[in-house]
Antibody, heavy 123, light 107 residues
Framework: EVQLLESGGGLVQPGGSLRLSCAAS????????MSWVRQAPGKGLEWVSA????????YYADSVKGRFTISRDNSKNTLYLQMNSLRAEDTAVYYC????????????????WGQGTMVTVSS | DIQMTQSPSSLSASVGDRVTITCRAS??????LNWYQQKPGKAPKLLIY???SLQSGVPSRFSGSGSGTDFTLTISSLQPEDFATYYC?????????FGQGTRLEIK
């Protein structure tokens, strides 16, 4: 079964750090780009960051650039999000998502999502 | 960044109704448009990719259309399990922005 399982969320003070993990199973992890998407309480979805299958290319939303770092360990089938200098506005459920390619690789979409991990930034 | 705008923001409908949700991009995105369904407390689920292609396992009452800047998601005959929030998302360029969501409620 194809599955993503996030962990590492919790309560952290403003200015603090947290590292999220996403364990993948049931597919060839290194063949797929992966993303983090977040959802603040009662709000919509916000794409946060993405990483290529090899890990050689990374992308960030302006709202987290310079504070968050995405990485992956293909030997462990695990995706990470290192979050530093956290702010109250980073409070959200964080989902990892598999970026699938469709129609001979011309189109992509998030076809598998984890269950999410809650990050709360508060003093 | 490409802005995605959905309408309406919320919608009340009855079981059996035909429902259409609209998504507009701030610039042309060809057919790089996906639709997701999210139920409370759950992760989003991919319904439609490339504007009109149905994801495996998704019921055929869901369909998508459009290209360029204007897109629609149609549910041909609403079922009780379809009451949820729906999001469009562009995959044309990074950041891969989402619409603000359309909440579909039972009338």
């Amino acid at each position: 079964e194809v599955q993503l399982l996030e962990s590492g969320g919790g309560l952290v003070q403003p200015g603090g750090s947290l590292r999220l993990s996403c364990a993948a199973s049931g597919f060839t992890f290194s063949s797929y780009a992966m993303s983090w998407v977040r959802q603040a309480p009662g709000k919509g979805l916000e794409w946060v960051s993405a990483i290529s299958g090899s890990g050689g290319s990374t992308y960030y939303a302006d709202s987290v650039k310079g504070r968050f770092t995405i990485s992956r360990d293909n030997s462990k089938n695990t995706l990470y999000l290192q979050m530093n200098s956290l702010r109250a506005e980073d409070t959200a459920v964080y989902y990892c998502a598999k970026d699938a390619l469709f129609l001979t690789g011309y189109y992509d979409a998030f076809d598998i999502w984890g269950q999410g991990t809650m990050v709360t930034v508060s003093s | 960044d490409i802005q995605m705008t959905q309408s309406p923001s919320s919608l009340s409908a009855s079981v059996g109704d035909r429902v259409t949700i609209t998504c507009r991009a701030s610039q042309s995105i060809s057919s790089y448009l996906n639709w997701y369904q999210q139920k409370p407390g759950k992760a989003p689920k991919l319904l439609i990719y490339a504007a009109s292609s149905l994801q495996s396992g998704v019921p055929s009452r869901f369909s998508g259309s459009g290209s360029g800047t204007d897109f629609t998601l149609t549910i041909s005959s609403l079922q009780p399990e379809d009451f949820a929030t729906y999001y469009c998302q562009q995959s044309y360029s990074t950041p891969k922005t989402f619409g603000q969501g359309t909440r579909l409620e039972i009338k």
